[in-house]
Structures are given as C-alpha cells and as structure tokens.
C-alpha cells in the first residue's frame, strides 16, 4: 500500500511539473508509465497491413486495410460477422488508394490520398455494402483529415498567395476555405516542400468541448486550439521534443538529418480525453536505432493526464472506455489486431 502512495504522489507531481508554464518543463519520457501489453484476438477476415482501425458503439470495429479491392473492414465483435466494403476504383462512391478514415458520430469519412477527395458514408449505409447514397467533399490536396462540428481539418501541402506552406487548413462543410492554422509559422522560407515535411503531422477533434489536437510529425510541440468566434486559436500546448529541429530552421535548415526523430503515429479521442500514439526514432547511419513508443492521454482542455508505454511495433490505436485496441505485429510476424485493459 505504501508502494502504491509513492507512486501515485510522484505522478501528481510529475503531472504538476509538466503543466505548461513559464518554467523548465519536464521531458515526458520520465513521468511515470503504465505499461499496456496487448492480447491478440482471432480475427479471421483480417490480412494484409490493416492501417488504421476505430470503433463505432461498443461492437463495430473499422479496419483500413486495402484488402481484395476495397477499402474497409467493418468487424462485429459480438457475433464475429463481418462485411468489406468501399471498392477501389474511379466509379460511384468508390476511393482510390491510399486512403485515409475518418469517424464522425454515424457517419464514416474516406480520404483519397492523392486527389483531395473525402467520401462521406452513413455506417448504417456500409453495414448493408451501399456505397452509392454518399456525399463527397472536395479538400484540395488532403493528406489527412479530422472532421470537427462545422467542417473539416485537412493536412496536406497548401500554400498561400505568397507561397508560404501551411500543412493544416480548415475548410467548412462544404469544402470552402475558412483558415490556415497559425502552426510554426515565421521561419525562413527555404525549400518551400521540404519546410511543409519538417512541420507536418495530424489533428484529432474532441467533439464535447470543440477542441482540435494537432501533433507534428517530427517537430516538438503538440498545440491545442479552441474556437474564438468563427477561428481556431491556440490554448494549450506541450512538449515532445528537444526543440532542435525548430532551431535548425530558424537557420533555414530543412535537410533530411535534422528529420526523423519523433513521431505521431495516431490521434484518437474517448470520454474526455485526447490519446496520442508517439515514436520515437533515433537515426544513425542512416537506419533507426533505439525505437520506442507511448501513448500520452490528455484531458479534453490539453491538460496532459497519463502515459503509456507500448510495444514498438504498434502503429495505430483505438480507445474504448476501459478498453484500447491497437494494430501490431503479431507473434507470427504478420499484423494483427489486439486489445488491453486500461
């Protein structure tokens, strides 16, 4: 019980140490972690590399995995039915690859990656393999996509009149253009793509409090936005990194070394929190040594909350009250779906 107590202080004051403030904050590698070792589950319909995977109600998981030309693989956990849905293809309804998925209450949204083209299905729609009854939206050069209460945040390569890159736009239901995030901005032009590759990354939305997450790729601080009116601005921010390759572009340098530290690998909400899926990568000679990778739980305010410490093998991951599940490489070698206790 003592044991117990001294943890559970050292957390609190970790948590405090790490607020954002004036003063040094803590690297969050040294809070304390609660290790999550995931269970595989016998998913019989799953192949391939499934890349990203979330769940509607309790039961409904959605698999992108680009399996037997289409897109998805909608998995019931309760009596293990399942359908595959969403082809790919230039027709009606259907995507190209790759793509990108994206959840919003009843409603699923799929990316083409490479046009800019969001496909909005009911999941009572795809459930029954109807594809034809969608809506499609425009968004120019998405990369990825999080829909938000009034729109949509895209990442991808957009530039400004005077060719300035802003990786996250906001655009409104419809596809019209509303903002560019205010995100790294004032650094020495440069090479115009590969400053957009240094500050890249993804957003995740928190439907109950309007909140937007938005994590880099590889820079070192993940920023949060509320709405001011018709605007996001940013609220809260916290650091993931050591703020070097923000100091080498300050220099205008945007070569490939200074790249390739960290990363986001996936952004999820649940309750009242944000889950960030984090890399780490040290590079040398070339090839990535000493991995690692977390999952940081924030409140919905940005307030960071929890750390988890995970295989390094995870690439996606999908909360579900006491529950999270994850896609891993298995122990045969293969990918798989898997699940913990939280």
């Known amino acids: 019980m003592k044991k117990k107590s001294i943890l559970a202080l050292s957390l609190i004051l970790a948590l405090g140490l790490g607020a954002c403030g004036d003063g040094q904050q803590q690297d969050f590698r040294d809070y304390p972690a609660q290790e999550l070792v995931f269970e595989e589950m016998p998913i019989e319909p799953l ?18 995995d680009h399996v037997e030309e289409t897109a998805l693989l909608l998995y019931n956990l309760r009596d293990s039915s399942y359908v595959r849905t969403v082809t790919i293809g230039q027709g009606p309804g259907e995507v ?71 990786p996250f736009r906001v655009f409104d239901a419809n596809g019209r253009f509303v903002q560019d ?81 960290s990363k986001v690998l996936d952004i999820c909400t649940d309750g009242d929190y944000f889950y960030y899926l984090h890399a780490d990568e040290n590079m040398k000679g070339g090839r990535t040594v000493n991995g690692c990778e977390y999952v940081l739980r924030f409140r919905s305010d940005g307030t960071f909350d929890k750390l988890y410490k995970v295989d390094e093998t995870v690439t996606a991951i999908c909360p579900a009250g006491n529950v999270m599940y994850a896609i891993f490489i298995g122990k045969d070698g293969e990918y798989t779906i898997g699940k913990t206790a939280l």
Do not use: C
């Open 47 to 64: 192949l391939g590399y499934p890349q990203q995977i979330r769940i509607a109600g309790d039961s409904l998981l959605l698999i992108n």
């Open 181 to 261: 995030l205010d995100w790294y901005e004032g650094y020495p032009q440069g090479d115009t793509f590969r400053k957009y590759l240094h500050f890249m990354g993804q957003a995740g939305y928190h439907a109950g409090r309007n909140t937007l997450m938005v994590a880099p790729t590889y820079a070192s601080t993940i920023w949060f936005y509320t709405r001011k009116g018709n605007r996001w601005e940013k609220s809260a921010s916290f650091p993931i990194g050591d703020g070097k390759l923000e100091d080498a572009a300050k220099e205008g340098d945007y070569s490939d070394e200074t790249r390739f530290i």
């Open 96 to 166: 190209t690859y790759p793509n990108w998925i994206d959840l919003f209450g009843d409603s699923l949204n799929v990316l083409s990656r490479n046009s800019g083209i969001v496909n909005r299905y009911a999941l009572s729609d795809l459930r029954q393999n109807i594809i034809n009854r969608h809506r499609s939206i425009d968004l120019k050069r998405a990369d990825r996509i999080t829909q938000t209460g009034d729109g949509f945040v895209a990442e991808g390569f957009y530039q400004d009149e005077n060719e300035e890159p802003h």
